[in-house]
């Protein structure tokens, strides 16, 4: 044990001093010791083996971290934010300017209070002061020397509802301005202190997370199967290493791991020593922040988890009236990185959702209340004319999360005539404001004939086939709905399915069939004294009959439908009418004729904001240019009518074959080779059969003129 010095009166005692020596010695011990507690520190904890695809945010946090600037890696749990820190405070260049002073606490792993995190701090820097209950003891040694300190799991100190959290987030906030140390903090949460370098720990890229998962799973059978899983898995990192390692322990081969993910999804995701995704997420969901939000936080989290796109932020207020702080609930949920923000929606990534969707739909309230409003809010009427017309595009954004809220719901209560109702509602908003073909098609055709509403969805699905250019299958689904119609003696619906039929049948060419199925549907609404009816028959037939040059008789009709429809009518149906009497003008080589009526449909649309009804008469106002060898003119319409093609790539795929011909027509045969190429492509994806041959035909010429051969697909 070391004596202690006191001073004496008496010069011949043992133990007397020279105070100036003493004073020297003090000093030398002092640098010693400090020399001495720099080597005490505790060391890092080794660099992870399995990692890759972060150089990137590596060289920026080493960058970062040189110049002393305090850095946040921010993220969802198991998103490798701790691997990232580690494989830093191993850099060789961080290690070159640190040396031994690179520090890291692990936050998770003491008591939450300022007492217990300086003791730790002190321990760790090896700073050598015993349980300071301040930082003041700890300045000097702290200011003496460059350190990179990495505080791990700092969720768990810096949640603003936690033990202590003020007191804790001063000491972080003093720590990251010491111009001598880099503070660099792995959290969660984002409540950090000011100053902070945010730096966001993204997903890995397919590539990395399969070197990922091949670096445990010890295995030559490399198989898509696995791709399609991580691909299921977001990337998450965590979930990836977990996936590899149950597989490994258990020698499952890559076809057993497709039966258990597919059987168990991320309930498989339980290593042999209890290592788990559900205890990450369940550890975000324990946090004192996470239970402030209230008893309603963990089924609305549930509610995100639900739908693929999560919840539209503009919608939240809407569709949970019953939960008075929505928006307060998603951002405290973004805080906590359990969801994020993208595009205008609150979702979370794939092994969440996994997680925290509800079991049994139909027993959680808060999701089905979520689906009554959405059922509500798509049984308005729409039409252009209408002002709830504009409104009831909100589908555009959110088709994805209505096609699987009743994909589960026509599963899991297919009995309810009330889904069925709202499913062939969806169709119709579809067939509105965004042409794509559907997952529901399949359960529709499977329900009895005698189902209530199979014929109306069987309608609308039809309609769907018809605006990606499938008039094959527009026609076979006509037909079964009017066989239905007809059995149950609905004269209204079988004349409005007569005038879809008929409009299929002019596309396939078969104008014959056409004629007669628009004749019988006109006799229906002129027994039923329906005037919009007629008007919509009228259109369809004298379409029919221009397609079957029989132009005096398709001018008769459209003319009659105009004169049945009155200035403050059904404008679409107007709109409708004139530009199928410009298009019966334009083949009679009327040209004044058939630009008047074209641009009074124009003006219309625009008036509408009707963007089918813009597409189509832009369209025919491009042709009508075409054959007068006005190209430029073309041009021009076909690019008005691409700039209202946004929802739906069926009308895109048109406008390029439009654009085609034009370029053919000019003798730019590289351009149209090209466009047609294009629009190819865009109709093969959606099985719009006639439109490839079209395309294939304007191949084939451009191939004659430019004597160069086409792929034996393509012929």
Known sequence: MTPVLQSSHNDDSPWSIDWNLVSNINWQLVHHLTSECSTLG?????????????????????????????????????????????????????????????????????????????????????????????LTPLRTFLSSRKMLIVLDNAESILDPRGTDAQEIYAVVEELSRFDNICICITSRISTIPPGFEHLDVPTLSIEAALKTFYRIYNSNDRSNVVDGILEQLDFHPLSITLLATVAQEN????????????????????????????????????????????????????????????????????????????????????????THRSNGFVTMLAPLRDHLRPEDPKSAPLLCATRDHYFSRMSVAINPDNPSFRESQ???????????????????????????????????????????????????????????????????????????????EQQRLLTHTLKLWRERGEDNQVALILVSLS?????????????????????????????????????????????????????????????????KGNQTLVCGSHRVLGEIYESKGETEKAIHHFEIALGIASSLNWHNGLFSVHCSLAWLFLGQGRFDDAHAHVKQAKSHTDHSAYQLGRAMELQAHIWYRQRKFEEAKSEALCAIDVHEKLGAAKDVEVCKKILREVQKELNTPLSCKLL
């Open 503 to 567: 409009d299929a049948n002019r596309l396939l060419d078969l104008p014959k069939e056409g004629i007669e199925q628009a004749k019988e549907a006109l006799g229906i609404y002129e027994r039923l004294g329906d005037t919009w009816g007629q008007v919509d028959c009228l259109i369809g037939l004298a379409y029919i009959l221009h397609h079957d040059q029989q132009l005096d008789a398709a001018e008769e009709a459209a003319s009659r439908s105009i004169g049945l429809v009155s200035e």
């Open 394 to 472: 909100w589908i555009i954004l959110e088709d994805v999360n209505v096609e699987h809220l009743l994909d589960v719901f026509t599963t899991i209560d297919a009995t309810s005539d009330g889904v069925w109702d709202a499913c062939a509602d969806f169709l119709r908003h579809l067939n509105w404001h965004k042409h794509r073909l559907t997952i529901l098609g399949s359960k529709i055709e499977g329900l009895p004939d005698d189902h209530c509403s199979k014929p109306n969805c069987l309608s609308q699905l039809s309609e769907l086939s018809s605006a990606v250019g499938d008039y094959v």
């Open 42 to 134: 505790e060391s890092p904890p080794p660099p992870p083996r399995t990692f890759f695809g972060r150089d990137e945010l590596i060289e920026k946090t080493v960058d970062l971290a040189e110049g002393l600037d305090p850095i946040a890696l921010l993220g969802a749990g198991g998103i490798g934010k701790t691997s990232i820190a580690l494989a830093v405070l191993h850099h060789d260049r961080i290690k070159q300017r640190f040396g031994d002073d690179r520090r890291f606490i692990r936050c998770d792993q003491f008591p939450t209070s300022r007492v217990h995190l300086l003791r730790r701090l002190s321990i760790v820097t090896g700073a050598g002061i015993e349980n300071p209950e301040e």
């Open 251 to 338: 020698k499952w081969s890559t076809s057993r791991l497709a039966r258990e993910w597919e059987e168990g999804r991320t309930s498989v995701l339980q290593t042999q020593h209890s290592n788990s995704l559900a205890a990450a997420i369940e550890l975000s969901l324990a946090s004192p922040m996470f239970q402030e939000l209230g008893p309603s936080a963990r089924e609305f989290l549930g509610v995100i988890a639900f739908f693929p796109q999560g919840v539209s932020e503009d919608n939240a207020d809407w569709f949970f009236p019953a939960i008075s702080n929505a928006t307060n609930l998603l951002d405290g949920f973004c805080i906590l990185s359990l």
